[in-house]
């Protein structure tokens, strides 16, 4: 069992920066790919980018490629996201996960945080 906990998320102005963390717990986090989903208000869950154990894989979707960027410390047991040049329509709430393998076009993972919510205000 692996729990994930999420930080880092806030208010902010468009153009600007917010780096979300995501906290595991247990040991084998370094032995599971990592990936970002989001959520806004109505919306259906959309995945952002996932990572693969060594932090040697990426994959990113469309909308946040080139903005956003993910990376992982497994020494420390947790996962990020960087997020540069935010606009409003990525006002979400941002959830990590972990899977056993790294499948870039799949989006059944095992375990879920709770989220963090992020607002870019216009």
């Known amino acids: 069992q692996v729990q994930l906990v999420e930080s880092g998320g806030g208010l902010v102005q468009a153009g600007g920066s917010l780096r979300l963390s995501c906290a595991a717990s247990?040991?084998?986090?370094?032995?599971?790919?990592m990936g970002w989903f989001r959520q806004a208000p109505g919306k259906d869950r959309e995945f952002v980018a996932t990572i693969n154990w060594s932090g040697g894989g990426t994959y990113y979707a469309d909308s946040v490629k080139g903005r956003f960027t993910i990376s992982r410390d497994n020494a420390k047991n947790t996962g990020y996201l960087e997020m540069n040049s935010l606009k409003p329509e990525d006002t979400a709430v941002y959830y990590c996960?972990?899977?056993?393998?790294?499948?870039?076009?799949?989006?059944?993972?095992?375990?879920w945080g709770q989220g963090t919510q992020v607002t870019v205000s216009s």
């Open positions: 996960a972990v899977r056993r393998n790294y499948v870039p076009l799949s989006r059944n993972y095992d375990y």
């Open positions: 247990g040991r084998t986090f370094s032995t599971y790919a």
